[in-house]
């Protein structure tokens, strides 16, 4: 069994004693309930680095009121096993009391990166992940942090903390596992009905579109959208939160694709909200 890390200090500890060894350090945070997604970062962090460590904290700041923090999946033998059979080298697993023993009066703020696509539905979301993400980078001091592509805006906020706070760990954003019908892999997938579970690869089928019309010579982005917006609206049971084309860099608007743009969507089914993305590359 790999060695649960449970406070602060015995995590710095472990880190100290790997760090007198010389050995390279990767990080893989996480909110828990694993799945085949988190398993491909670890993967790729033993790949890269001599040592793999993994946070597993249900993070409640990142929750609004009326979201879904209490029905979150939550599975700690099934996570330790599952670490344990990939061979993580540690699990940081603390409590919310140990990460937050008062009320937080500094945050990280995140600007308008946070505020866009996901950050307009859910305010306060990405300041909240930005803060923790820091707390942990701080508290474990990795070499390497890796990050899934499904959560692109997420990513993108993390590299820009990184760059503008001068953290001294390396970003890795790695592709997003899908199923075999293109659903992409997220521990929220197990709130879903077999016929929401059915309709929900429209989120997939939708970007598909968008990046075959795309590389087919559609640049007008209010053409890509609208497009992505009637199968979404046309599929039973879809509620539809956003599809939109955006700057990779900046999630800002964009009036045609050049070069490359990033279209995300989000889809609520019943109480289940889910996101996807896909990189759209054109010449010319």
């Not at 909110?31 to 890269?48: D, V």
């Not at 308008?112 to 950050?119: D, M, S």
């Not at 953290?167 to 890795?172: M, R």
């Not at 070069?259 to 990189?279: C, H, M, P, S």
Request: glycine letters at 6%.
């Amino acid at each position: 069994m790999i060695p649960v890390l449970r406070t602060i200090p015995e995590a710095r500890r472990w880190v100290q004693a790997t760090r007198s060894t010389g050995k390279t350090l990767g990080l893989v945070p996480t909110l828990g309930y694993l799945h085949e997604g988190h398993l491909s970062l670890i993967r790729r962090s033993r790949q890269r680095c001599e040592r793999t460590l993994v946070s597993v904290f249900l993070n409640p700041t990142q929750f609004a009121p009326g979201e879904d923090f209490e029905r979150y999946p939550r599975d700690w033998e099934r996570d330790l096993a599952l670490l344990t059979a990939e061979n993580a080298d540690a699990v940081f697993h603390p409590e919310a009391a140990e990460m937050y023993p008062q009320t937080g009066l500094v945050s990280v703020c995140v600007g308008a990166l946070g505020e866009r696509l996901c950050g307009a539905s859910r305010p306060g979301h990405f300041q909240a992940v930005a803060t923790v993400v820091a707390k942990l980078f701080h508290i474990l001091q990795p070499d390497r942090a890796f990050f899934g592509q499904k959560d692109a805006q997420q990513a993108l906020i993390i590299r820009q903390m990184v760059r503008d706070l001068n953290f001294p760990v390396e970003i890795e954003v790695c592709p997003t596992v899908r199923e075999p019908d293109g659903l992409a892999r997220s521990s929220r997938n197990a709130y879903l009905s077999a016929e929401e579970r059915a309709h929900a690869t429209v989120l997939y089928r939708a970007l598909s579109l968008a990046e075959t019309l795309a590389r087919n010579g559609t640049r007008d982005v209010a053409v890509l959208e609208q497009r992505m917006r009637e199968l979404i609206q046309a599929t039973p049971g879809a509620a539809l939160d956003y599809a939109r084309v955006v700057d990779p860099e900046t999630l800002a608007d964009l009036r045609e694709v050049r070069g490359r743009a990033l279209a995300a969507v989000a889809v609520r089914f019943g109480k289940t909200r889910l996101i996807d993305n896909q990189w759209l590359v054109v010449s010319g």
